[in-house]
């Protein structure tokens, strides 16, 4: 059956994420938020209420909801797949939150599903596609600093136990710096150079437990199962590569820091974690760098979801992929067996490169 119009939307999961999604998507006219899921009915009940959604309940009273043609999987990432084949199965695409699964199998055989049945599966971190990221991504495109070459990405902090009431699960196997903050810089990259071809990685452990600093839980040590520090040189074709580093084992605080360098300047990109932030822009010709401000609105998480929903409507192809998504995994999963191993790591599947969004794409812009 052939769509028009604005979209029907549904979210599974409730919790602290869902309010900077509902706080989009209730605003955002080509798509129309109509139920909340969750196994907390209340929780669901609270954030439909606040929102304006019309409805709330179960995962299954939402699939079963015929003007529903999205669903945004919020839950967390050990059951990110078996939601989404349950969402695939009702007939609806699926907008997952990072990581789109815990390995390639898993990513693989939902995309596969996905195909076999005409639908589509797009995935965070969608700040990519915010204002600051892509008027970076913008200049590159249009030659600001020549051929792009080469890359180095930072995220360096003392650990989240310092500021999370419960950061267990984020020193959990799947979890640590590279899963967690992972996805943003390599979503980045693969964005500048495309698909990455192999990566060589080290890794670390500072300390074996952490003590939670914040919060009721205050004083609890709990056990640090995934190294804390990953530093990866990822190649992405002759010439091309990215010196990355990951670390919840920083005393220095030095996140946010995306910077790309080509044949004819230097240019440093918002923190891809944001969807706002200004470009700062190098060039061999000049003797002082240009600050760029962000070109266009910026908003917050949920931008993708309205990408995924034009793309369907228009038979294009949205920019945060499952491919994308699914590739970026298959970095990161390089990297930590590449550390683990102590040899290279080719890496196997590719992806299409991303074009930039066009001047002045607003997600708030009524287009349907």
Known sequence: MTRTGAAGVGVIGAGNISTQYLENLTRFPDVEVRFVADLDLARAAAQADAYGVPASGTVAELLAREDVEVVVNLTVPAVHTEVGHRILDAGKHVWSE????????????LLARAGEAGLRVACAPDTVLGAGAQTALRAI????IGEPLTATTMFHVPGPESWHPDPDFLFAHGAGPLFDMGPYYVTALVHVFGAATRVQAVASTGRATRTIASG?????????????????????????SAQ?????QHALPRAGMVEVNGTEGTIVLPDPNTFGG??????????EPVTIAPEGPVYGRGAGVVDLVRALRAGGTERASGA????????????????AGGTPVEITSAVAPVAPLPQGWDPASPTL
Do not use: C, M, N
């Open 98 to 109: 990072k990581p789109i699964a815990l390995d390639h199998d898993a990513a693989a055989a």
């Open 141 to 144: 495109a249009r030659g600001d």
């Open 216 to 240: 009721p839980r205050a004083g609890q040590v709990f056990e640090v199962q995934v190294p804390t520090h990953h530093a990866a040189l990822v190649e992405f074709g002759p010439g091309r």
């Open 244 to 248: 990355s580093t990951f670390s919840f």
């Open 278 to 287: 200004d470009t700062t822009l190098w060039r061999y010709d000049r003797e």
């Open 324 to 339: 994308v998504a699914s590739h970026v995994l298959d970095v990161l999963l390089g990297i930590r067996d590449a550390a």
